[in-house]
């Protein structure tokens, strides 16, 4: 138990979760149900039709933060890894935003009427947070990571026709980690905005409930962004370096 990356195909799922209950949300982006009794890592993502050897990376990756297999993830064809992220897209969009907004809203009906100002200032801060989150993440669905796919199909179909040769030379991929490093700034404000400034409140539990889920928030943004940075993006690069070299630009 004691092991830095105690997961391999035969563990079993269960133990999985044992061993690091962090990785419960994890299980839920790969589509993973509970129930599947003394079945073994590999039996379970075999069911799932879920890459075994992805889904180990990724979840040590998680145990571990000083584990990362840049390389070896970048191995895996780019759907696979977009599918993981647009999970956890999901994730965000449709479970985390919506617990950390409905603790403030508490929040906000349980303190004083002097200092409402404030949790409103607090609440406005994280609306207009969570619009560039959402906005952030539809850029990537909608734009990015159909971008990626057809690099992917381009080259495994040996056809690179002009328009996907202008993208290439277009819109720097660059750009696309710029904007991971904004996000990660504000939701930072947000958490001093909290630490430093929120007034007297009668429910100190919810206050502690809100940093709390506000730095495992943090946390696992930060462990998406290092997938998109240091994974998807020089895949990116490497693949649009081949499509133009094939093409002959």
Avoid: W
């Avoid at 993502?45 to 879920?50: A, K, P, S, T």
């Avoid at 191995?75 to 409905?102: C, G, M, W």
């Amino acid at each position: 138990m004691n092991n830095i990356l105690p997961f391999t195909t035969k563990t079993l799922m269960a133990d999985v979760i044992h061993i690091d209950y962090r990785l419960i949300p994890i299980l839920g982006r790969f589509g993973i149900d509970y129930g599947f009794g003394n079945k073994s890592v590999i039996e379970v993502c075999e069911e799932n039709n879920i890459n075994v050897y992805f889904f180990l990376e990724i979840i040590k990756s998680f145990h571990n933060h000083q584990y990362f297999p840049q390389e070896e993830l970048q191995k895996f064809n780019a759907d696979v890894i977009i599918k993981y992220l647009s999970s956890t897209h999901q994730y965000y969009s449709e479970r985390k935003v919506p617990e950390i907004k409905e603790i403030i809203n508490t929040l906000e009906k349980s303190v004083d009427p002097e200092h409402l100002s404030k949790i409103s200032l607090l609440n406005n801060f994280f609306k207009d947070y969570i619009v560039e989150l959402l906005k952030h993440l539809e850029r990537e669905e909608k734009n990015v990571f159909p971008y990626i796919l057809k690099l992917e199909k381009s080259i495994s179909n040996k056809v690179y026709d002009v328009s996907l040769i202008h993208d290439i030379e277009g819109e720097p991929i660059e750009n696309y980690e710029q904007s991971h490093e904004n996000m990660e700034v504000k939701l930072s404000d947000l958490k001093n905005l909290i630490i430093r400034h929120l007034p007297p409140v009668i429910r100190q539990d919810l206050c502690q409930k809100l940093l709390t889920e506000l730095f495992r928030l943090e946390n696992d943004l930060k462990d998406h962004s290092r997938i998109e940075d240091k994974v998807l993006v020089p895949k990116v690069k490497q693949l649009e370096k081949q499509i133009l070299e094939e093409s002959g630009k």
